[in-house]
């Protein structure tokens, strides 16, 4: 099933839910839930410290959705480059990759290796064994829960009744300067540490998986069809 999931993550767009997922859209993702304690502990790491300004930064995918929004974000000291360009060594910063799930060997390929540590992805899936397999370790992620499905239009954060502090979640060590960024573009961000992320990161995949296996099996995706399949997702992960 994991080998299925990851599969059909694997070519997507870098964030299903950033492009086009409406979170308060989606049949009202708002179920109330059983009350079951996790026994992973949310950790978030204390935001003292977080940078007062944005800190500029390389856009990989400048001609993509997500890197357009995010540009906006910035102070116009940004370097933005599409898909194959080469990364300078000599701009600080992190490299915030916004491509394709199925273009990370070639944005890898035009990074000096003294950078890899500055590397952000915003791509859905599982992305560890790809990371385990390029020897990127701790790899700084982004989990994009807003919609930028309309260019020149500011983003739409994807905030609903269960979680008012909004779902977008970051780790790495530049995690507070995504946050940053995000906080100056009027979304929510949370920093998390590597366990805490993880879960987030596996309740997103398999919502995303069950959201395109059903989708490919019926003509039309009735809004009681998302709420059930929310509903047992969830549950699952708090009933851990």
């Known amino acids: 099933m994991a080998s299925i999931m990851a599969s059909i993550t694997a070519t997507s767009l870098s964030s299903t839910f950033y492009h086009g997922t409406k979170l ?9 839930l059983p ?11 204390s935001m003292v410290g977080v940078p007062t300004k944005v800190i500029p930064s390389i856009i990989v995918g400048g001609d993509i959705s997500l890197g357009k929004a995010l540009k906006e974000m910035g102070t116009g000291q940004d370097l933005v480059l599409n898909t194959g360009e080469p990364i300078p060594i000599d701009f600080p910063g992190p490299i915030l990759v916004c491509t394709r799930n199925d273009d990370l060997d070639a944005v890898l390929e035009s990074t000096p290796q003294s950078r890899w540590s500055d590397l952000v992805f915003f791509q859905d899936g599982m992305l560890e064994p790809w ?3 390029k020897g990127l370790i ?3 992620q982004v989990l994009p829960y807003f919609d930028v499905s309309r260019p020149g239009e500011p983003p739409v954060d994807g905030i609903t009744d269960v979680n ?12 507070p300067a995504v946050a940053s960024r995000l906080h100056a573009g009027g979304l929510s ?14 309740e997103r995949l398999i919502w995303i998986s069950a959201f395109m296996l059903t989708g490919v099996r019926f003509d039309e995706f009735y809004t009681i069809g998302v709420k059930i399949i929310h509903c ?3 549950s699952f992960f708090t009933g851990l």
Request: aromatic letters at 10%; glycine letters at 6%; hydrophobic letters at 40%.
């Open 24 to 32: 308060n859209s989606l049949g009202n993702l708002n179920a109330k």
């Open 232 to 234: 047992i997702i969830l």
């Open 189 to 202: 961000c949370k920093v998390l540490e590597k366990e805490a992320f993880k879960m987030k990161m596996m």
């Open 35 to 45: 009350s079951s304690k996790s026994k992973y502990k949310l950790t978030i790491t």
């Open 164 to 175: 008012p502090d909004g779902l977008t979640a970051a780790f790495g060590k530049w995690a």
């Open 138 to 140: 701790d790899a700084n």
């Open 131 to 133: 990371f385990e397999n």
